[in-house]
């Protein structure tokens, strides 16, 4: 499964920005998939998750309230709502996928790049 993220870019403190994540292939295998984020210098991180079947998401503290995960089954597409964004939300943006619950993730994206200014 080949994972293609786009919708990065450039946004203002406190403005909104969408990324998308499109699989390749069907999806009707895939349990998991999520964001991770990593910022200049500094590790990959989670951002949120959610589950393809029954649309539950479980998002990282620091962006709870702001980012929104969501799901199109049928274009096998994985967004993330991003708003009230701040500047150390300034990162590449990878998503991932997994086929199980019990494992890590096995499929990544190219990876967008989101950065916001002051």
């Known amino acids: 499964v080949q994972l293609q993220a786009s919708g990065g870019g450039l946004a203002q403190a406190g403005g909104s920005l969408r990324v998308s994540c499109t699989a390749s292939?069907?999806?009707?295998?895939?349990?998991?998939m999520g964001w991770f984020r990593q910022a200049p210098g500094k590790e990959r991180t989670f951002v949120a998750r959610?589950?393809?079947?029954?649309?539950?998401?479980y998002y990282a503290d620091s962006v709870k309230g702001r980012f929104t995960i969501s799901r199109d089954n049928a274009k096998n597409t994985v967004y993330l709502q991003m708003n009230s964004l701040k500047p150390e939300d300034t990162a590449v943006y990878f998503c991932?996928?997994?086929?199980?619950?019990?494992?890590?993730?096995?499929?990544w994206g190219q990876g967008t790049l989101v950065t916001v200014s002051s």
């Open positions: 991932a996928s997994r086929g199980r619950y019990d494992i890590p993730f096995t499929y």
């Open positions: 959610i589950n393809w079947i029954d649309g539950s998401a």
């Open positions: 292939e069907s999806t009707l295998s895939t349990r998991i």
